[in-house]
């Protein structure tokens, strides 16, 4: 522990990076660039946001990491553990202990507070490279507002495959100006960004930016009036705990086709199963082959 | 008659210099409305830095570029904020490159290449982007079925025409043309002049085309200027400027071409 | 209709020398609506170049050339374009049009050209190519692939779609066949009728004696050749 500063990072680069948040805050949606600094760790496996996490985190914390809404992933357990070793701050895997949540590809099923900070992991922070390569166009289109470019990719899409078919990474307006990458969460995740309580707050390590959405902001979703958006779903319930609201992942059970539907939100699924609910598959409903049983099976035959 | 209209374009002093090298050099005209006036001149003579200087692609060192706006009338486009210059861009005027590649999205299917303008200017209706979209494509003679292909699967003459109908789709007042026709074959060069010359006259629309095919402006433009070392030598009406030229540098243009 | 005053043209080859030729020198001549002016001189008088500088096809270097109200000379490039529109037609002898347009297009353009409707002036030019004899297979075709004699038909249905006041005619039967040359030279006494002034080139002496009211000899103005 007293072999690093608090969080990893020096004083110096966390001021600067809290000055690129605090920018970032001032214009919701705009892309602050900042020197991101090597981290222990590489690129793509969330080095803009644990910068960010570092340069917010306070002893008095308590620290949540998700992955793809998982506590228990590779990623998330190095983060976590990453922070309990530099920072000494406390970790939960519960979202409302959470007073920083930083998270890759989800935004939590339960809603957040006013006191929770949510910081996402970014690879790619600009929605225009896909059409517009040059940087330095896509810089002026912004700074201009010329966004009729991100309609021509959803244009695609529509004359593609007959409907959006875009279904993370799904561009957002912020407060009319800005048009910002949410991360590539679920588009199903996109009308939580709007009107949050929390602060959330976007790192790109690789590519150097930090972008915000303070609380409260207006964030909406690129759609066409005849095409409108849709935070679309798996069209079940979760396996586990019976939830019919919550983003699902699809779980491959065995060889033979089988599978099953369960909450990406790990914590969210295992509140409800505390509280009594249970899914159609979970080993608590009787009526249900469970995995248990199938594995039996296998080891009978 | 149409002699009482304010110009469409009035091009004032313009001048651009490369370090000692000059672009072009104090150049002025007036375009009126329904105007194709053609730029002729060889390699290097000025005419494409003319062009992209009133474009807006280059900031010229001098003069002005007065364009008469729907909104507020004649404005000097070399002064106006880069937002409402790119504006202009996107709405009022066209720009119809060399090669298509420089002015179509590669990436993107022939249906969204003519949609972005629309998409630009804020429409949102998928339906409508699409049948004008579809529309077009027609008028410039790709065939329907083609709307979701990549302009890379398609021939020079055919990326061209697409190139045209991304450009017009927004009802502009203004086309600007670098070398429309360069790189293409002779026989697809006569339906692309054909096109166009039905473009101009039904949609009503002013244009300046550069080129160094002197055949183009013959059927295309009314009017003529030819330039050398980046400056206008003679100009007039084009069959009078090309039947019978007044400068020796004029001359020497015209009769340099092979007769057919 | 047409008045010219005094005018002269050169032209000087700046690749060749800087030789200067003088072509015509102090031109005065006048056209009244309704009538007919036939240009004749030798080969080489300057009969087409006068017509080309009239038509504002050539530049003239001195005096003035007006058409109604127009003065050629001094009109800025967009009024001469007006001019050709509405009021001054030109029959070459030759035609020149854009490959692909198909014959009835290229008839009824002038008729665009003055805001007619696509229907009317599709109508009018159809009347005139079967007046003219060409047959209606053709009309669909570009006229680039016809012969010599009906290209120069289809110059002649372009030339009297619109009814321009004025209009000048470079040998306009010649090539023609026998029926063909009445119906051009029908067309012209109609045009006369109806008040149009026309200057015309005509080697085939018969028809300039049916349909002009006078002859000028350019050889006249020819500077070096006259007598």
Redesign the interface.
Known sequence: MTEYNFAYLDEQTKRMIRRAILKGLAIPGYQVPFASREMPMPYGWGTGGVQVSAAVLTPEDRFKVIDQGADDTTNAVSIRSFFERTAGVATTTTTSEASVIQTRHRVPEEALTEDQILVYQVPIPEPLRF?EPRESETRKMHS???Y??M??KL??D???HGHIATSYAYPVKVEGRYVMDPSPIPKFDNPKLGNMPAIQLFGAGREQRIYALPPYTQVVSL?????PFEASKADHSCGLCGATDSYLDEVITDDQGGRMFVCSDTDYCEGRRAAGFFGEMSAENPSAPTMTTQRNLEFQT | ???DLSPLLSVKGISKYYGAHIGCADVSFDL?PG?VMGIVGESGSGKSTLLNCMAGHLAPDAGEVVFDTRADGPKDTVTMS??ER?MLG?TDWAFVHQHARDGL?M???A??NV???????GE????D??GKATDWLGRVEIDADR??DRPTTFSGGMQQRLQIARNLVTGPRLVFMDEPTGGLDVSVQ??L??LL?GLV?DMGLSAIIVTHDLAVVR?LA??LMVMKSGRVVES??T??VL??P???YS??LV?SVLQV | MIDLKDVSKT?????QGSAVIEVVNDVSLSVAPGECVALTGASGAGKSTLM?MIY????TQAGSIRIGDVDIVQAE??????LRR?VLGYVSQFLRV????PTLEVVAEPL??VGVSAGAAEARAAALLEKLNIPQRLWSLSPTTFSGGEQQRVNIARGFAHAYPAMLLDEPTASLDATNREVVLSLIEEAKASGVAIIGIFHDEAARARVCDREIDVSAFTPGVAA
Do not use: C, K
């Open positions: 059409l201009l507002e010329e009729g470019l309609h021509v244009y695609e529509i004359a593609r759609d066409f009036e005849d095409h | 008659m149409s002699a009126y105007e880069e937002p790119r996107r999205r990436g993107v299917s249906g969204g949609g972005e303008r629309l998409m630009a200017v949102r209706h998928y339906g982007i699409r709307i979701d006569a339906r002049l054909d010359r006259r059927l009314d009017r007039g009406l069959d009078q039947d019978d007044q400068h020796a001359q020497l009769s | 032209f000087t080859l700046h690749n080309r504002g096809n050539y530049l490039p967009r009024a001469v374009i007006a509405e854009v490959p692909r347009v665009r050209a």
